[in-house]
Antibody
Framework: EVQLVESGGGLVQPGGSLRLSCAAS????????MSWVRQAPGKGLEWISY????????YYADSVKGRFTISRDNAKNSLYLQMNSLRDEDTAVFYC????????????WGQGTLVTVSS | DIQMTQSPSSLSASVGDRVTITCRAS??????LNWYQQKPGKAPKLLIY???SLQSGVPSTFSGSGSGTDFTLTISSLQPEDFATYYC??????????FGQGTRLEIK
């Protein structure tokens, strides 16, 4: 069974940093591209970052470029998101997501971890 | 960036109704269009990929169609568990992946 389990969320002050982790199991992690998608309270889905299976391709949404860093450790079946210079508007549930197939659909999602940026 | 616009933003319907949700892309995306269902407090779930392919395990009451800029998600006979928010997502021109704003399907 495919499982994606996020951790690392919590309350942080504006300007602070947080590192999210996603532990993957039930599939060959090193064969799949991964993404982070967030959802602000009461709002829609926002893609924020993508990393290919070998980490050779990495992309960010303009809203987080220069502040967030995505990475992965295929030996540990883990995906990470380092978030720096956090702002109030970064408050959201962050989902770890598996990207699948030619059409780049997101076929598995984690349960989400809440990041709250507030003083 | 490609913008995705869903209509309607919200919809009330009854169990057994046939429902159609529309998604329009700001430019042609071929069939690089995916649909998701999200229930309150839960992660999204993939329903349809490549505009019309049903994800494994998804009931056949769900179907998708379209290509180019105009797409539809149809639920042929609404079940109680289908009341949720639905999102379209394009993957033709990435980055960025972009989602529609969502369509909230409520019980009438």
């Amino acid at each position: 069974e495919v499982q994606l389990v996020e951790s690392g969320g919590g309350l942080v002050q504006p300007g602070g940093s947080l590192r999210l982790s996603c532990a993957a199991s039930g599939f060959t992690f090193s064969s799949y591209s991964m993404s982070w998608v967030r959802q602000a309270p009461g709002k829609g889905l926002e893609w924020i970052s993508y990393i290919s299976s070998s980490s050779s391709s990495i992309y960010y949404a303009d809203s987080v470029k220069g502040r967030f860093t995505i990475s992965r450790d295929n030996a540990k079946n883990s995906l990470y998101l380092q978030m720096n210079s956090l702002r109030d508007e970064d408050t959201a549930v962050f989902y770890c997501a598996r990207v699948s197939g030619w059409y780049q659909s997101i076929d598995y999602w984690g349960q989400g971890t809440l990041v709250t940026v507030s003083s | 960036d490609i913008q995705m616009t869903q209509s309607p933003s919200s919809l009330s319907a009854s169990v057994g109704d046939r429902v159609t949700i529309t998604c329009r892309a700001s430019q042609s995306i071929s069939t690089y269009l995916n649909w998701y269902q999200q229930k309150p407090g839960k992660a999204p779930k993939l329903l349809i990929y490549a505009a019309s392919s049903l994800q494994s395990g998804v009931p056949s009451t769900f179907s998708g169609s379209g290509s180019g800029t105009d797409f539809t998600l149809t639920i042929s006979s609404l079940q109680p568990e289908d009341f949720a928010t639905y999102y379209c997502q394009q993957s033709y021109s990435t980055p960025p992946i972009t989602f529609g704003q969502g369509t909230r399907l409520e019980i009438k």
